[in-house]
């Protein structure tokens, strides 16, 4: 396990969001004016928890949502953002011919969309769970060496994966792959030595 404090945080409200759209891996997907009050929130959590500029290694999906909650919580930590590292591999889950449309047109159309407990069901051109899992983990072991604490921002199901993986959670019954609870968009915790802290619960949307 490292040895610094892992932060991973949820973005920000979208327009999809608000739209009732799946979004999945695209790109960019704007925050609305709720989705920068909650980064002011995760950003005012772990400025009173970790003070003014603190040793943070900055990590970040490739999104433009992702980065876009990044910039806001880099400002209220004071510091350089656009120091922060992406990675596609923490981008959020693919979905397929599912992406971009909305939830009623596909459950119009006897698409499963939600799992009991509030988690997206993957269409079957999709990413699989265990994609997921392994993409994050391979994140994870490429940067096993990073010294000290971290800031990750990501989305609703890829850090849920991510986090499952991080603190050993049950695999889900379905996916077969661990994924840990869900949380509200404009959330972070805090895993240290595989275990989690909430830091800050977000106002946004709880299902991911």
């Not at 909650?38 to 949502?65: E, F, H, I, K, Y």
């Not at 895993?191 to 802290?197: D, K, P």
């Amino acid at each position: 396990m490292r040895k610094g404090r892992d932060f991973i945080a949820r973005h920000g409200e979208t327009v999809f969001n608000v739209a009732r759209r799946l979004q999945g891996d695209h790109p960019h997907t704007p925050l609305t004016r709720a989705g920068f009050a909650q980064a002011d929130g995760m950003g005012r959590a772990l400025r009173a928890l970790l003070g003014v500029r603190p040793q943070l290694t900055l990590w970040a999906s490739n999104t433009g949502r992702a980065l876009q909650t990044l910039a806001v919580l880099a400002e209220h930590l004071e510091l350089d953002w656009h120091a922060a590292r992406q990675d596609s591999r923490l981008t959020e889950i693919g979905m397929g011919s599912w992406g971009g449309r909305y939830y009623a047109d596909i459950i119009a159309e006897g698409g499963n969309v939600m799992v009991p407990g509030g988690l997206i069901r993957s269409p079957p051109d999709g990413e699989p769970f265990a994609d997921i899992a392994a993409r994050v983990s391979a994140w994870l072991a490429d940067t096993d060496e990073d010294e000290g604490d971290r800031l990750v921002i990501m989305h609703g199901v890829s850090s849920r994966v991510l986090r499952g993986v991080m603190t050993g959670a049950d695999a889900h019954p379905e996916f077969a792959t661990p994924i840990a609870p869900g949380l509200p968009q404009g959330s972070v915790v805090m895993i240290e030595r595989g275990m989690e802290t909430v830091v800050h619960t977000g106002s946004g949307h709880a299902p991911a």
